[in-house]
Each structure stands twice: as structure tokens, then as C-alpha cells.
């Protein structure tokens, strides 16, 4: 059962009670991240997230760490393009406990000048642990091209320097100002009374004041291109963007089935052509980036040099055939089923339903509930998918970037992409 209540500052908390559950997710959650950072700021929300974890005004890092260990729970966090959040999860008879040290987290974190100085470090190797591992430092390098001028295209770390200038003042001003209790909500699942969430977690959240800095979130123009940047690597990582669709957007329902049909499952015809059929590629894929405004659908693969461009004439050959034919229905019913499948499976966890509440109360203000998913998702056709394929799909809206042992030789791969 779903529950909402507004705080008096303004702070959302939303609830999914289920009774058969054991445990409790809990997640407060700020609609700020990466893509709202200045300049100067690159990296600072997921700096402040590992930062939480270090220690408040009652609790040392180790004690936190005993707490959560001493009743089997589980504490993390994560920084995405547009949000921070701070989530745990316990028994359901430990949620006092819970609230207590997740409020604890995020209200009164002190910020040791000393912790902040071992995270830096921490965080520039993760930086450089990304940059050592091509196939994903590829999706790094593309996005900086594919929404260049805007901060969404910019890595959620930041950059060495960035991070190495950052500080506890710069830290707490960045809370101060965007930590506001209208980009705030707090979600629950699990076995648990709304109320009684809302009596154990609301006078600490109430404290909460009005943030002063809050920048416009600028909508990313897409940019397309052909970049290949040579590097001394085993493979070809070569990496192929076009418009996608946003999280509101109606037509993510025929861009999700898509991304099935094209790469994203065993099944797909990408997957099939590309390493079942051919073995030209341990890893192939589609995929499908979509935020609050703006989307990406792309496909990835690693090849050695000499099959990229059999790797991508057969690429091109897919995408022609998703744009030029309509899909079978089987096909179309078993990606249907793929993604209620893989909704109704999720659903089982709380975690998923916690992360689920929080999104849809961000982007759509309510609940949305499982069957109306599922009732969007059957009423797609192949035509529906062929259309809205048609309207990102061409020549013009394609961006292209190979990085590896580039051939001199190889031609423009958008030529390749968009023969016959």
C-alpha cells in the first residue's frame, strides 16, 4: 500500500507497505547531482557521498559501521547524473534504529578535514581505475562529446584536479545550498506503518531550511560526430549514439522494447548476429540512457581491428531492418514479456521498489503503479516502434567514436552505417 505525506518544510516521504516483508529500504534521496554542478564544482556531490559515511558530530566512521553490522543491515550510497542518495536496509524491527543513523548520516556529518584528505586519494583512484578500463571509459569520452557544453555529458567523479581543490568549506556550502527540502524525498518499502515511519523520521527532517543556490537545469543539446583516438589496446571499443528518450517521455515504452529487440538481451539480434552467429565480439550491446529531460540510446562492442568494419556493416544491417520493416509480433510479445519479466522479478526487492518511489515521485509527483506499466507496455506495436525509430535514426542524428588500435586506413564508419 502506498502512503504519501509533505513535511512542513516541504519534504516528501512516500511509503509501499509490504506485509509479507522481512526488512525495511530506506533512501533520502536529493534531486541534485553531477549535471547541476558549476565548473569549479566537478565531482563535489559524489565526494559529499562518500563523505556521509566518515563520521558525525555522535558517530565515528567505525561506529557506524558497527551499528548497521550489529543488526545484519546494509548502509550505501550512490551519485547519479541527477540525484544523491543515501540508503539503508535492516529488519523491520530495527527501523528506529535505521532512521536514527540515516538522519545521523545526513544531518550531522562533521567533515574531518583529515578523512577528506584519505578520500581524495580514494576517489582519484577511482578515477584513474575508469581510465584504465577502456570499455567503460569510452561511455566517458562519448558522453563528454555527444552533450558537450552541458555539465549532464561530464563524468559523475569529476576530474583529479576538481577533487584534489575540494574541501570541507566548499563541501558544506554545496549542502547548504542545494540540499533544499523541495528537491527532497525520502522513501520506504517493506514491513512497515506509515505513520509510524513519519513519527520516527520527520522531527529530524523537519530541521531541514530552504537551500540558496539552486541553478537552472539546463536541457543537453545532442552533438553528432566521428572521433577515433588511438590507444595501445588489445581491441577496437567502438561506441554509436543517437537521440533516446526521456524519463517522462510516452515513447520510452517503444525505445525500452527496442533496446531489447536490437542488443540488450540474449536473444536480441545483435547479440545473435554479432557473437552467436560470427563470434566477432565477446561484448555487444544496446542500451538506453534517459534522464529527467534528454536520452541516449547507443550500441558498444570490442572487436579486434581487423573485423570493425564487418562489425559495423552488420550493425548497419540491423539498424536498417529495425527502421525499414515491422518487428514479427513473437518477436515483439517474448520483448514484451523480457521487460514485464524483468519489472515484476525486480518488484520483489525492496530495494528496487524504495529506488522505484523515489524516481516516480521526482519525476511524475504520484505513484505508478505496476499494471499501468504493464498495460503501456502491451499496447506498443511494431509500428509504434518503427515510428518512433524512424524519428531518431538517421545520417545526420548519429555520433560514432572508435578507441583503440585504429586502422589509418578504415573509412568514416557513419559511411559505413548508412549503405544500402
Known amino acids: 500500500m502506498y502512503q504519501k505525506t509533505v513535511l512542513g518544510n516541504g519534504i516528501r516521504v512516500v511509503t509501499e507497505k509490504i506485509p509479507f516483508a522481512h526488512s525495511v529500504s530506506t533512501g533520502i534521496w536529493v534531486n541534485t547531482g553531477s549535471r547541476d554542478e558549476k565548473p569549479h564544482e566537478r565531482g563535489i556531490t559524489h565526494f559529499i557521498e562518500h563523505m556521509l559515511f566518515k563520521g558525525t558530530k555522535r558517530r565515528s566512521a567505525l561506529d ?20 544523491i542518495c543515501f540508503h539503508a536496509k535492516v529488519l523491520a524491527a ?10 545521523d548520516l545526513f544531518l ?15 576517489i582519484v583512484q577511482e578515477i584513474r581505475m575508469v581510465e584504465d578500463t577502456p570499455d567503460e571509459f569510452i561511455h566517458v569520452l562519448f558522453q563528454e562529446e555527444f552533450w558537450k557544453q552541458n555539465p549532464l555529458g561530464l563524468p559523475i ?3 583529479v ?11 558544506l556550502d554545496f549542502i547548504a545550498g542545494r540540499f533544499s527540502p523541495s528537491k527532497i524525498v525520502i522513501s520506504a518499502a517493506g514491513n512497515l506503518e506509515h505513520q509510524h515511519f513519519i513519527d520516527l523520521i520527520g522531527p529530524s527532517m523537519e530541521k531541514v531550511g530552504n537551500a540558496n543556490n539552486q541553478p537552472e537545469r539546463l536541457p543537453p543539446n545532442s552533438h553528432f560526430f566521428y572521433r577515433a583516438q588511438k590507444k595501445d589496446l588489445e581491441q577496437v571499443h567502438l561506441l554509436i549514439g543517437m537521440h533516446g528518450t526521456s524519463q517522462r517521455d510516452e515513447t520510452r515504452f517503444a525505445s ?31 542500451f538506453s540512457h534517459s534522464h529527467e529531460d534528454s536520452g541516449m540510446t547507443g550500441i558498444y562492442a570490442g572487436v579486434s581491428p581487423e573485423n570493425v568494419r564487418e562489425v559495423l556493416a552488420l550493425i548497419n544491417e540491423q539498424l536498417s531492418k529495425l527502421a525499414r520493416e515491422h518487428i514479427p509480433e513473437a518477436e515483439l510479445n517474448s520483448a514484451r514479456e523480457y521487460v514485464k519479466g524483468n519489472m515484476y522479478i525486480n518488484a520483489e526487492s525492496n530495494d528496487y521498489r524504495m529506488n522505484r518511489l523515489a524516481k516516480n515521485e521526482f519525476l511524475f509527483g504520484d505513484y505508478i503503479s505496476f499494471e499501468e506499466i504493464e ?46
Not at 530495527?94 to 538522519?103: A, I, Q, V
Not at 584536479?161 to 570541507?168: D, I, L, P, Y
Open 161 to 171: 584536479e576538481t577533487v584534489e581543490k575540494a574541501g570541507r568549506k566548499e563541501m
Open 64 to 83: 557506524i559501521a558497527k551499528e548497521f553490522d550489529s543488526v545484519g543491515g546494509f548502509a550505501n550510497a550512490f551519485t547519479s547524473k541527477e540525484h
Open 108 to 122: 550531522e556529518s562533521v567533515f574531518d578535514p583529515a578523512e577528506i584528505a584519505r578520500e581524495q586519494s580514494v
Open 94 to 103: 530495527h527501523l528506529p534504529l535505521l532512521t536514527d543513523l540515516l538522519t
Open 256 to 286: 525500452h522494447l527496442l533496446n531489447v529487440i536490437l542488443g540488450s538481451s540474449m536473444s536480441s539480434r545483435l547479440f545473435q548476429e554479432i557473437r552467436e552467429k560470427r563470434g566477432l565480439a565477446y561484448s555487444v550491446y544496446s
Open 157 to 159: 567523479y569529476g576530474t
Open 375 to 420: 498495460k503501456k507496455i502491451n499496447a506498443v506495436t511494431s509500428e509504434d516502434i518503427r515510428a518512433w525509430f524512424r524519428s531518431v535514426y538517421s545520417p545526420e542524428k548519429m555520433a560514432v567514436m572508435l578507441y583503440g588500435p585504429v586502422e589509418e586506413e578504415l573509412e568514416d564508419p557513419k559511411a559505413i552505417l548508412h549503405r544500402g
